[in-house]
């Protein structure tokens, strides 16, 4: 968990065309680069599974911004914010995604854990530029399909108290369902260790996942 | 959120009649004023806590005078009143009241919460505000049905007159009920009879918690608003000499950066660009009187301090001639640390002052306190202030002190906008209002028989700590004293307040007796409680539950402990292995009628997480003045790895309720700290276990 963020760090030292670039290769389809005036340049991928479009604007020169596609809960984005902002603020403070919850910044307390491409990630030191053009799931993501699962699960085994770090309780052990459908407890553990909750509502977080795993009709 | 029905109560509480269609009633919570709970009173002779309200559209509104942390209360309250008014509780819509003196609790003075009071104080006023209600709605469909109300009934929110089969929705029959005269006299439903109260039920929060939906402090977003945070001198008491905001003002989107009584705080638009401004922020900071100030310098003080007499906290018999012709003396010095809150949401205010007015959200269990801070900061008489209570990412106690509300309000009054302020998370850490440290020396005096003879005890702290000591057992000669010396770190409640740390002193002290006399931890507790039934109770039902000595045949080590405080009796038994891993937590609560034993068992769960949290890691360290830990890394919690099995039962009880939230965590410590004794035959007198472990 702690490694997810560093690299995410890592990540936001590298110049951005290349970041870039290693983005499109990774998704490695079709990548066609214009130069359209100065140093503007128009890139733009088509997932193959989606038919979808991406479009990036990058500029080298002073001033403007370029423009950063995130997908988030299915919902293109086009953002020209600094690309050093950490993915927690796009989420809370730009669009108004608030159901991420923060506590430590330094991504020790797992609170703002989202999925990134699937991976869980510490929202609070994943900057913006690390995720440029990958899907992004919050937990407003996660609720907006009807009972899900791991929703339900929780709700079964009567999970929250307070409730402030259970979204990111909640997407921690989603990328472990899908890593690991019928996660053990030693799973369980060295992964949900990462996700602090000062209520101890750790024993049900416990029954919860297994719950979710065992759970039919299961899925994300 | 409430704002449409506090607008309605107030217009109730001018005119006295019921407004908006529906059926309004007011819950008096405090015994001293209408015991009854009567709806539409005039205002003059009536100050109540809490509002039920059943409108035309047959919605059920509960508005409250407490705030909700986790604790489970606002459900709680929900099931007392779908029990009298024979509804579904998944219909009752809970709203957290605003700050006005109406909601003051006469008892307390204050509107608050904390002392585990929420349900025990709620009991019987709101459950005879909804039978009240229950009462003038079937009168009313009697009325106009012509019949007997008596030959009518109450069933799922609707009245019935089985006869003719008649039955009308209370949203019906609400605007009649209101024009009714309240029943004088309201019959409460007999126990055999309850159908909500008892069973456990899921919070109704829930849902929202886990979508995301659920809005807490941090949350809350105004047109307009401007974020804020504040660079604090590490050292309490420690003062600004000067600061240099040029490179931070050159950020995008910080609009301010500016003195204030607690640092320099840097407001912007928006966090990132408050926290890059944050980190270019340069203060010099003067220590301040407390700049000696050390945790070792504090333990010495307080080590000094008990050898002295302090002020007699309890007292029966002659404990000195007791100890002088005793055969044998047992003496021991038990130590425990300041502790930090943590809650996970972190310290926050939102605030909008205005000419004459002010405006403040927050996540606060000290809703008066709050109003007070911000009226003091805004300049404003506190009638002037409106206090909108969000849900809490974690109290502990932490949210009865609001610093914070000040700080937003001075902000907002300055920059003249909606400022929603954050703490740092080292801030929370560093500045913090955390549960006192204490000194205790004891001695102690068996007879030839293993008998307890005497028990003197001396503790010295700071006033807070010298509270919550509860000795239930029967020995002849006792004296308790306090020795009140505070070192200057600030202090607040931390759940349990001196429970927390006392509990660990008496029952690990109580435990060395037993080994002195060579008799078990449980028997010898058991002998001396004999005039103390519901200790002997939890005692006895943890016991039961764990194995208690059967667990030795499986290589297992175990602990016990009991306490009491907030109206109800907690016992713990721990078991642990050969490596000291902690294995389970078995847990009995007598907390009188369980309204949801659901929330009992979340809170025995919780209390038992954080009681060990405590009892094994966590421990502020004091250098220079200042708090030397900074984030999680220096002050870990426990995580899930390290969370071991935990049991919870409860008493079978036809009491009142008692607390809940607090009376889990007393004998977590103690019991672990006894079963570490059993186990390797080391008596650890200082907190955390951890740290004497080595």
């Known amino acids: ?220 | 959120m409430a704002s449409d029905f506090d607008a309605a109560r107030r217009r109730l509480l001018k005119t006295g009649v019921a407004v908006g269609g529906g059926l309004l009633v007011g819950v008096a919570m405090s015994a001293r004023s209408n015991p009854a709970g009567h709806a539409a009173m005039a205002a003059d002779t009536f100050a109540p806590d809490a509002w039920l309200r059943i409108g035309a559209d047959d919605r059920i509104e509960l508005l409250i005078d407490r705030s909700e942390m986790g604790q489970g209360t606002l459900t709680g309250l929900a099931m007392l009143v779908a029990e009298e008014l024979e509804v579904d509780v998944n219909t009752i819509e809970t709203r957290f009241a605003p700050a006005a003196p109406e909601y003051v609790n006469p008892l307390s003075g204050t509107q608050s919460t904390g002392g585990s009071t929420g349900i025990r104080a709620a009991w019987e006023p709101l459950r005879r505000a909804a039978a009240s209600a229950r009462g003038m709605l079937i009168a009313a469909a009697a009325q106009r049905w012509g019949v007997a109300p008596q030959t009518c009934r109450a069933q799922r929110g609707s009245v019935r007159h089985d006869a003719t089969g008649r039955q009308a929705r209370y949203g019906e029959l609400a605007s009649l009920a209101a024009t009714l005269r309240p029943p004088g006299e309201v019959r409460l439903k007999a126990r055999e009879d309850f159908a909500v109260i008892g069973k456990p039920t899921p919070c109704l929060d829930a849902p929202a918690k886990v979508s995301g939906r659920a809005l807490y402090g941090v949350d809350v977003a105004l047109p307009g608003m401007l974020v804020a945070t504040i660079v604090r001198c590490p050292a309490f008491g420690g003062r600004l000499q000067s600061f240099s905001a040029e490179a931070a003002r050159k950020v995008p989107g910080v609009r301010a950066v500016l003195e204030v009584p607690s640092g320099v705080a840097i407001v912007g638009d928006d966090n990132w660009s408050v926290l890059r401004g944050r980190e270019l922020v340069q203060a010099q900071w003067s220590p301040g009187p407390n700049s000696e100030l050390s945790s070792a310098a504090i333990s010495a003080a307080l080590g000094r301090a008990v050898d002295g007499p302090g002020e007699v906290l309890a007292q029966r018999g002659e404990v000195d001639t007791a100890l002088s012709d005793a055969t044998q003396v047992i003496e021991a010095d038990y130590e425990t640390p300041y502790l930090a809150h943590l809650p996970m949401e972190p310290m926050n205010c939102t605030a909008h002052v205005q000419a004459n007015r002010c405006e403040v959200w927050v996540p606060t269990q000290a809703q008066t306190r709050a109003q007070q801070e911000a009226a003091q900061a805004a300049g404003l008489p506190q009638r002037a202030v409106t206090v909108n209570t969000t849900f809490i990412g974690g109290g502990f106690g932490r949210r009865l002190t609001n610093d914070y509300v000040g700080e937003a309000v001075r902000l907002s009054k300055a920059v003249k906008a909606p400022v929603q302020l954050v703490w740092s998370f080292a801030d929370g850490l560093q500045h913090d209002h955390y549960r006192p440290t204490n000194y205790t020396r004891l001695r102690a005096a068996l007879d030839d028989k293993g008998r307890v003879r005497a028990w003197q005890q001396r503790v010295a702290g700071p006033r807070r700590a010298l509270g919550g000591i509860d000795i239930p057992y029967a020995i002849p000669h006792l004296r308790v004293e306090g020795v009140n010396r505070d070192p200057g770190v600030p202090t607040g409640p931390w759940r349990s307040v001196g429970a927390s740390q006392n509990a660990f002193v008496v029952e690990s002290f109580i435990d060395e007796l037993a080994h002195a006399a060579g008799r078990d931890p449980l028997a010898f507790r058991l002998q001396l409680l004999n005039q103390a039934p519901r200790h002997r109770g939890v005692l006895e039902l943890a016991a039961h539950k764990a194995g208690w000595n059967a667990a030795r045949s499986t290589g297992g080590y175990q602990g016990i402990a009991v306490y009491y405080c907030y109206a109800s009796w907690a016992a713990t038994v721990i078991d642990v292995d050969r490596d000291l891993a902690v294995r389970r937590v078995v847990t009995a609560i007598d907390c009188g009628t369980a309204v949801n034993p659901e929330t009992v068992a979340a809170q025995l769960e919780g209390a038992a997480v954080m009681g060990l949290s405590a009892a094994l890691k966590e421990s502020i360290q004091i250098r220079g003045g200042a708090v030397v830990q900074t984030s999680f890394a220096d002050y870990p919690l426990l995580t899930l790895a390290e969370m071991p099995q935990v049991e919870t039962h409860i008493v079978p009880s036809e009491a009142p309720p008692g607390g809940v939230g607090e009376p889990g965590l007393p004998p977590v410590a103690p019991a672990l700290a006894n079963a570490i004794f059993a186990a390797t035959g080391r008596r650890l007198r200082r907190l955390p276990l951890r740290q004497a472990l080595g």
């Not at chain 1, 020169?61 to 984005?77: F, K, L, M, S, Y």
């Not at chain 1, 609070?124 to 996660?142: F, H, N, Y």
Request: aromatic letters at 4%.
């Open chain 1, 1 to 220: 968990m702690q490694a997810s963020g560093q690299d995410a760090q890592r990540t936001s030292e590298r110049p951005a065309f290349m970041e870039l670039a290693q983005s499109f290769v990774r998704r490695a389809i079709a990548v066609c680069t214009t130069t359209v005036h100065g140093a503007v340049c128009w890139c733009g991928t088509v997932e193959p599974s989606e038919g979808r479009l991406y479009l990036h604007w990058a500029r080298s020169g002073q001033g403007e911004r370029r423009v950063i596609a995130v997908r988030i809960n299915g919902t293109d984005h086009q953002l020209r914010d600094d690309p050093a902002t950490p993915l927690l603020w796009i989420l809370r403070d730009r669009l108004e995604l608030r159901g991420t919850k923060f506590n430590c910044l330094s991504g020790q307390c797992g609170v703002c854990t989202v999925l990134v491409a699937g991976q869980p990630v510490r929202a609070c030191v994943t900057p913006l530029s690390s995720v440029a053009g990958q899907d992004v799931l919050t937990i407003e993501g996660l609720a907006s399909s009807d009972g899900h699962p791991l929703l339900r699960a929780w709700l079964a085994e009567r999970v929250p108290q307070c409730g402030y770090c259970q979204p990111g309780q909640i997407m921690t052990a989603l990328a472990l369902l899908q890593r690991s459908p019928r996660p053990s407890d030693a799973e369980i553990d060295a992964t949900m260790s990462g996700v602090l909750c000062r209520c101890g509502t750790y024993q049900r977080i416990r029954r919860a996942i297994h719950r979710a795993a065992n759970a039919p009709g299961k899925g994300s």
